[in-house]
């Protein structure tokens, strides 16, 4: 059995390989705009972000304004808005509730010139609560498993929610500095460059620390979508970096990114004391 596993590691090391990707190309390439959003079956405001492309890797992310942008399903139609506090953010107006069962088509007009893409919802799952370990150098947390990176049949997106501005001794600190966010996924398939992804700066926070834990649903396309781009960008710069490709879409020619629709279930809990 050992003999097995040093044959697939072997098979691994010599088959990968690193191919530098000349960025300067895109700078004489296409224009494209940029999606970036999903709606959800949560009672609220729904909104999302449209950018213009970079021509360059450290150029600043520039929002698009002045698009027409309307989300509709074989019942419903509703219009987007750019809020007036956020250039590139458009918002509906009025409270919307994504549903199951239905088809959603977003229609972009922009520059004379129209992108669409259609999305769907999976239903959502309710899940076990995220489990924190306390360090073995000092008396702060952090946390240990979220969920299964893999799941074949069952992929989702977990954005956490830590908060500890209203822990005693943390009053008087910025609050935005007390405040993380995290996202984690499952997805349905497993890359080298995942397993060997770059070692991810760990957040600790005190006990009492409160924590939302946030499970999204994704669709194949959704999940694939998802994958495409952290091959592209998180699971980059590690032992076995992929090779460049473009990133997948559901939206129409002349437009990159993924509109999604989503299922949200939910938890918070309160970091409790622990000894070592």
């Not at 989300?71 to 199951?100: C, K």
């Not at 070692?199 to 009492?208: I, K, L």
Request: aromatic fraction near 14%.
């Amino acid at each position: 059995m050992k003999r097995y596993w040093i044959h697939i590691i072997l098979i691994i090391i010599l088959s990968a390989c690193v191919k530098e990707a000349d960025w300067d190309a895109l700078e004489d390439g296409p224009k494209y705009i940029v999606v970036d959003g999903f709606l959800t079956n949560e009672y609220k405001v729904q909104y999302i972000y449209l950018y213009n492309n970079k021509a360059n890797l450290n150029d600043v992310t520039l929002p698009l304004s002045g698009a027409d942008v309307i989300i509709s399903n074989e019942d419903e139609t509703y219009t987007l808005i750019e809020d007036p506090e956020e250039a590139g953010r458009y918002i509906t107006d009025t409270i919307v509730v994504a549903r199951f069962s239905k088809n959603y088509s977003l229609l972009i007009y922009y520059h004379d010139r129209f992108y669409s893409a259609q999305a769907y919802m999976i239903p959502g799952e309710t899940f076990p609560e995220l489990t924190y370990t306390k360090n073995d150098d000092n008396d702060l947390y952090h946390i240990d498993y979220v969920a299964s990176s893999f799941e074949a049949e069952d992929p989702a997106m977990w954005e956490i929610q830590i908060d500890w501005s209203s822990v005693p001794g943390y009053e008087d600190k910025d609050p935005e500095a007390c405040r993380k966010k995290l996202l984690f996924y499952t997805l349905p398939t497993l890359d080298v460059s995942q397993v060997f992804s770059p070692v991810v700066e760990q957040v600790n926070f005190p006990a009492g620390t409160k924590i939302l834990e946030r499970r999204y649903s994704l669709t194949s396309e959704h999940a694939a979508f998802v994958r495409t781009l952290l091959l592209e960008t998180s699971w980059q710069g590690g032992v076995f970096p992929s090779d460049p490709a473009n990133v997948t879409t559901n939206l129409s020619e002349g437009a990159i990114g993924f509109f999604g629709i989503c299922a949200v279930n939910s938890l918070s809990l309160t970091v409790t004391p622990k000894k070592n």
